[in-house]
T-cell receptor, first 115, second 112 residues
Framework: DTGVSQDPRHKITKRGQNVTFRCDPISEHNRLYWYRQTLGQGPEFLTYFQNEAQLEKSRLLSDRFSAERPKGSFSTLEIQRTEQGDSAMYLC?????????????FGPGTRLTVL | GENVEQHPSTLSVQEGDSAVIKCTYSDSASNYFPWYKQELGKRPQLIIDIRSNVGEKKDQRIAVTLNKTAKHFSLHITETQPEDSAVYFCAASKDGANNLFFGTGTRLTVIP
């Protein structure tokens, strides 16, 4: 499968626990994005990387959230001290910056449930 | 920041009829407008996109129109089929910016 992959697909955790999600973009895609989607809503932008550099963060990304892309390939999104309001689908997308805005290809998402 | 509104939230059509979904955006600097289809439990998939240097784009049964002056764009699906049933999201972004601002989605149901 050469598409964007995410792991795990589902995560159930108790309030206050830390969780980490992984995203593997399409190989050679230099841009990687994280979005959050709640039921009945469109995806909301969280953060974006170009190669290993985190270039933009939404104000939705509180200090409990941290994202990394250490080698410019896969990325991780960590949520510390989870809250029930963090329950959502976390989507990763990747694109290839050539000229203009490249199409973003989405992964299947990680569904987080905080009890 | 950008604000994208999408209407209607739900749409039911008979198979073979046309469906139209409309979006408005607030930031006049936005110049890239993709449409994504998301089937239940699946990832969003790009079905068509348009840039602000054109007013209309077609791909088989799907077309998108853009009115920059009014800051609105629309998705048109002709000869709808049951497999077109899904949630459709419009989005907007600025060239050089990297985050997509999504609408709230339209649940399209095509009745056989």
């Amino acid at each position: 499968d050469t598409g964007v992959s995410q792991d795990p697909r589902h995560k159930i955790t108790k309030r206050g626990q830390n969780v980490t999600f992984r995203c593997d973009p399409i190989s050679e895609h230099n841009r990687l994005y994280w979005y959050r989607q709640t039921l009945g809503q469109g995806p909301e932008f969280l953060t974006y990387f170009q190669n290993e550099a985190q270039l933009e963060k939404s104000r939705l990304l509180s200090d409990r959230f941290s994202a990394e892309r250490p080698k410019g390939s896969f990325s991780t999104l960590e949520i510390q001290r989870t809250e029930q309001g963090d329950s959502a689908m976390y989507l990763c997308a990747s694109s290839l910056k050539s000229s203009g805005t490249g199409e973003q290809f989405f992964g299947p998402g990680t569904r987080l449930t905080v009890l | 920041g950008e604000n994208v509104e999408q209407h209607p939230s739900t749409l039911s059509v008979q198979e073979g009829d046309s469906a139209v979904i409309k979006c408005t955006y607030s930031d006049s600097a936005s110049n890239y407008f993709p449409w994504y289809k998301q089937e239940l439990g699946k990832r969003p998939q790009l079905i068509i996109d348009i840039r602000s240097n054109v007013g209309e784009k077609k791909d088989q049964r799907i077309a998108v129109t853009l009115n920059k002056t009014a800051k609105h764009f629309s998705l048109h699906i002709t000869e709808t089929q049951p497999e077109d049933s899904a949630v459709y999201f419009c989005a907007a972004s600025k060239d050089g910016a990297n985050n997509l601002f999504f609408g709230t989605g339209t649940r399209l149901t095509v009745i056989p």
